[in-house]
């Protein structure tokens, strides 16, 4: 498969929103909501649309469920915005099966996570994500999240990744560090995708030179981010900041407790899903519920009377 990297970099650009996984309230997936999120997407401007990372769920899902939940979204967007599925698991031929099925189901890159709860060294790291990148021809994202993996991957080791592979293009960074950020770009090229993946860092990101974002904040509010990418590109730094500010609140409400939890629960609000996580995970406690309420009327996103 000849992939031209460079034009999947320009295409591969702005809002990514990761989907939340939707199940019934007996726990099954209920790709029906599915599709109808990923059209909410697509309809409020999104740019790109994502499954099976973190605000997925994919460890409460079977890997034949992750292979149905990326089937049924390539589906329903039917090429209309780039499909980056998440592919990483704590398990490293998993993390090979589902890259290799990403490419064959059709998916534009792989956005394939640093393994989690293991801790592997630096070393480790290389050798893991370079078997991965070696065994598809499908442009590759890094995501780094050591709030979540328990370890880093540091900057060296990325930009050695970046040399000896070509198709990988890019990380999302949900490393809170903007040093650590800066970094990034100043080793691995200013060419490289970077994706911000911590809500308050997108405006900055963008600023340093970063290709958008991949937010759990997108589930909810699509639009604004999509407008906010839309108006720093088009050079209305301005109103991109201003969007920014905006949003900044919404942020912090959604992660008063474990993403996707506070999300789930506000499109349950919404209307969209039934807002059910399987176990272990849950949904927030009494007092977060109502935080994530009074914030959604606030941002016009319900009415008063909604309980």
């Known amino acids: 498969m000849a992939i031209n990297y460079a034009e999947a970099k320009e295409r591969l650009r702005g809002s990514i929103a990761p989907v939340v996984t939707p199940f019934k309230s007996n726990y099954e997936i209920d790709f029906d909501a599915q599709a109808r999120l990923i059209e909410f997407q697509i309809e409020s401007g999104s ?4 499954v099976t990372g973190t605000s997925g769920e994919p460890s409460s899902l079977t890997v034949e469920e992750r292979v149905q939940v990326m089937e049924n979204a390539y589906k329903v967007i039917n090429g209309r915005v780039p499909f980056i599925p998440g592919t990483g698991s704590v398990n490293h031929d998993e993390t090979l099966y589902l890259t290799k099925t990403a490419q064959e189901i059709g998916a534009d890159a792989a956005l394939v996570i640093v393994p989690y709860y293991n801790k592997p060294n630096q070393g480790a790291l290389y050798k893991h994500f370079k078997a991965v990148a070696d065994s598809v021809d499908i442009p590759i994202i890094l995501y780094n999240i050591p709030g979540r ?4 991957l540091e900057v060296e080791t990325m930009a050695r990744l970046v040399e000896d592979c070509p198709n990988i293009i890019g990380v999302k960074e949900s490393n809170k560090d903007f040093e650590h950020v800066n970094r990034v770009l100043l080793k691995c090229g200013r060419d490289f995708n970077l994706y911000s993946g911590i809500e308050l860092l997108c405006y ?3 600023a340093i030179g970063g290709a958008g974002s991949i937010s759990a904040t997108t589930n909810v509010e699509p639009a604004k981010i999509a407008e906010m990418h839309n108006a720093y590109f088009e050079g209305d730094l301005e109103r991109a900041l201003d969007l920014h500010f905006h949003l900044m609140k919404l942020n912090d409400v959604l992660f008063m ?5 506070p999300a789930k629960y506000a499109l349950g609000l919404m209307g969209m899903i039934e807002p059910v996580l399987r176990k272990p995970m849950d949904l927030p406690p009494k007092e977060i ?8 009327i606030e941002y016009g996103k319900i009415p008063e009377t909604v309980q």
Do not use: F, W, Y
């Not at 740019?47 to 994502?50: D, K």
């Open 289 to 296: 519920q109502e935080e994530v309420r009074k914030t959604l």
């Open 204 to 206: 900055p990101m963008l």
């Open 149 to 152: 993996t328990g370890v880093n």
């Open 47 to 50: 740019h790109g649309i994502s």
């Open 257 to 261: 407790d474990t993403n996707p939890a």
